[in-house]
């Protein structure tokens, strides 16, 4: 953890820093008009298709791990 955070919410058209994810995504939709992708099970919401991709291999591998331990 610790030095991943630091670029983590900048933007990187306007190099503007924010203290969440979602301030991040709210202003590149709002002032850059960028299309925001969505997780189709949750509805959170991501700039890059890496982002998405990466969450929701996250939640199939919380869903194993949850039928493993039933
Ligand atoms: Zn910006
Ligand atoms: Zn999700």
């Excluded at 030095?3 to 994810?21: A, G, M, P, T, V």
Aim: glycine content about 2%.
């Amino acid at each position: 953890m610790g030095f991943l955070h630091r670029s983590k919410n900048q933007c990187k058209l306007c190099h503007e820093r924010f203290d969440k994810n979602q301030e991040l995504i709210e202003h590149a939709r709002k002032v850059h008009h960028q299309s925001i992708l969505r997780c189709r099970s949750c509805g959170m919401e991501f700039l890059h298709e890496e982002d998405r991709l990466h969450h929701v291999q996250e939640e199939k591998e919380k869903k194993l791990d949850r039928r493993r331990h039933r």
